[in-house]
């Protein structure tokens, strides 16, 4: 008994500590970023479109649509590739292919992000620029780098969601008349749809996220987008690449970035909460009753 109270006085510790690192996280941010956007405004930081430091004008519009823009483009290029990854390794790949899959798409994880750039930088920014005359750094770059990024998240956690819905859904759908196919997109992914869309919002937290890839194949220029062909500047690349000499109101207002860039987390992650709470509530209004239930 001793034991057990031990062990839920360490788990209890653990969940303390989590939550604690994600206070500490938002007292600092928004203690050091409010100040900021309240002595810039509010209305000129959000869609202020020049951002000169040298000159005290900090409107961070450019980086705002520049993050959107890349990650748009990652969830087009990456969300139906990795999706449909993860129904063929659940219910298509061959056992003998599985295990060398399974260990590439996991792979994809664990290669670090300067490495991604460094592939965008000599692979994706000249191929966009001789196929599509991009320039050196694009939104399109950019957008194929990070769809590549976040397919390991989405195929790992959209593949153990599909495997957990039990077989005799797939099983009765076929007895019933359906094709493999139609069975797979009409009740098997439906049932999955919390795990599917929990995939797709760590892909897109990971995408909106990422920094140094970013940094080296998106141009780095800190104007309104022009174009997919054209050079941006994301909201973490450009906390990045000037809070090593920023200083006073300067480093402030990159701070202040930090906390667009938490809200705009928040937002998607409250989004799919609802997205799940009402599929959920509509799943419950919609099952039938058993015989002498009121």
Request: hydrophobic content about 55%.
């Amino acid at each position: 008994m001793n034991k057990e109270k031990l062990m839920q006085a360490v788990f209890f510790i653990a969940a303390c500590a989590s939550v604690l690192a994600v206070a500490l996280i938002c007292v600092f941010l928004f203690a050091n970023g409010i100040p900021a956007m309240q002595e810039i405004g509010l209305f000129k930081f959000l869609a202020g479109t020049h951002w000169k430091p040298g000159n005290d004008i900090y409107g961070i519009l450019p980086m705002i649509l520049g993050s959107i823009y890349v990650t748009a483009g990652a969830i087009i290029v990456g969300v139906p590739i990795g999706i449909l990854t993860s129904i063929f390794m659940a219910h298509y790949c061959p056992k003998k292919i599985y295990p060398f899959l399974k260990s590439a798409t996991e792979l994809l994880a664990g290669i670090p992000s300067v490495v991604y750039g460094f592939f965008g930088l000599m692979v994706l920014i000249p191929f966009t620029r001789q196929v599509f005359r991009a320039s050196n750094g694009s939104i399109l770059a950019a957008s194929l780098l990070l769809g590549v990024m976040i397919l390991p998240t989405i195929i790992g956690v959209t593949e153990s969601a599909i495997r957990s819905v039990p077989a005799s859904y797939y099983e009765g759908a076929l007895a019933l008349g359906a094709t493999p196919e139609r069975s797979i997109f009409r009740v098997i992914l439906p049932a999955a749809k919390s795990g599917v869309l929990a995939g797709v919002v760590l892909g897109i937290g990971r995408a909106i996220g990422e920094t140094m890839a970013v940094v080296m194949v998106a141009g780095n220029q800190a104007r309104m987008p022009a174009g997919i062909l054209k050079g941006i500047r994301t909201m973490t690349a450009n906390i990045v690449l000037e809070m090593g000499y920023a200083a006073d109101l300067h480093r402030e207002a990159l701070i202040a970035t930090g906390v667009v860039l938490f809200v705009f987390i928040l937002i998607i992650n409250f989004s799919v909460s609802m997205l799940n709470n009402r599929s959920t509530g509509e799943g419950k209004a919609s099952k039938p009753k058993r015989r002498g239930e009121k």
